[in-house]
C-alpha cells in the first residue's frame, strides 16, 4: 500500500540536543498526524494537524501542517532519555485510510 | 476513559490454523481501525468500520476479515494462518470516520506463527 517518505530512518543524539524529522507524500492530505510507539505497546498520540501552514505544540514538541498539504515536519527540542521511540508520521485524505511513514527511531545518549 | 483495549495481548499459533482478535474501543468511539505491523513493511491499513459497516479495506487476501458489532467492539479474524502472518495487530478508534478524526491506538496482539 501507499506510504510516506520519513526521515530520517534513525538517529543519535546526544540529551539536550534538538531534534528533527520529516515526512512527504505525493498526494494532498487533510489531516497529518504524528504518533511515538515505545517498544511492545501501540503508537500514541503526539500531535493531530489539520490545515495547511498549522503549526502545533505539546510541551517540547512541535508539529507543522505544510503549506503545499504534502508534507509535515516535527521538531524536539531540548531531548531527554524518556523521548526514546519510534516516531512515525500518518496523513490521511478524504474517505481514504491513514497512510503511515516506516517511522524515524531516536535514540538519546546521556 | 478508559483507552482502546485489545485482546488477547500475545498469541503463537501454527501454520493452517485459524485466529480470532478482539478490539473494545475507547467508549463513545463508532469508527474502529485495524492494521498489521511488521518490521519490514511498517504500519499496514486492513480494515475500518463504522457503525457496523466496513467502509475501507487494505490489500490484504481474503483470508484476513473483519466485523463490527452493535455496541462498536470489533474482531479480526485471520484463517488458514502463515508464517508471514507474524505481526503486531493494532486496533485503532475514534468518535466518527471523517478525515479530520483522531485514531487512537490500543496495545497490540503480537501473533506469532509457529
Known amino acids: 500500500g501507499q506510504q510516506l517518505n520519513q526521515s530520517p530512518q534513525s538517529m543519535f543524539i546526544q540529551e539536550g540536543e534538538d531534534v528533527s524529522m520529516n515526512c512527504t507524500s505525493s498526494s494532498i492530505f487533510n489531516t497529518w498526524l504524528w504518533y511515538k510507539q515505545d517498544p511492545g505497546e501501540g503508537p500514541v498520540l503526539l500531535i493531530a494537524?489539520?490545515?495547511?501552514?498549522e503549526l502545533t505544540s505539546n510541551g517540547r514538541l512541535t508539529a507543522q501542517f505544510g503549506i503545499t498539504r504534502k508534507d509535515s515536519f516535527l521538531n524536539i527540542s531540548a531531548s531527554i532519555p524518556s523521548d526514546v521511540g519510534i516516531y512515525f508520521c500518518a496523513g490521511r485524505s478524504g474517505n481514504t485510510p491513514l497512510v503511515f511513514g516506516k517511522g524515524t527511531r531516536l535514540s538519546v545518549i546521556a | 476513559k478508559a483507552g482502546v483495549t485489545q485482546t488477547p495481548r500475545y498469541l503463537i499459533k501454527t501454520r493452517g490454523q485459524q485466529v480470532t482478535l478482539s478490539c473494545s474501543p475507547i467508549?463513545?468511539?463508532?469508527?474502529v481501525s485495524w492494521y498489521q505491523q511488521t518490521p519490514g513493511q511498517g504500519l499496514q491499513f486492513l480494515f475500518e468500520y463504522f457503525s457496523e459497516t466496513q467502509r475501507n479495506k487494505g490489500n490484504f487476501p481474503g483470508r484476513f476479515s473483519g466485523r463490527q458489532f452493535s455496541n462498536s467492539r470489533s474482531e479480526m479474524n485471520v484463517s488458514t494462518l502463515e508464517l508471514g502472518d507474524s505481526a503486531l495487530y493494532l486496533c485503532?478508534?475514534?468518535?466518527?470516520?471523517?478525515?479530520?478524526?483522531?485514531?487512537?491506538f490500543g496495545p497490540g496482539t503480537r501473533l506469532l506463527v509457529l
Open positions: 494537524l489539520y490545515k495547511a501552514g
Open positions: 467508549s463513545g468511539h463508532r469508527s
Open positions: 485503532a478508534s475514534s468518535l466518527g470516520a471523517g478525515a479530520e478524526e483522531t485514531q487512537y
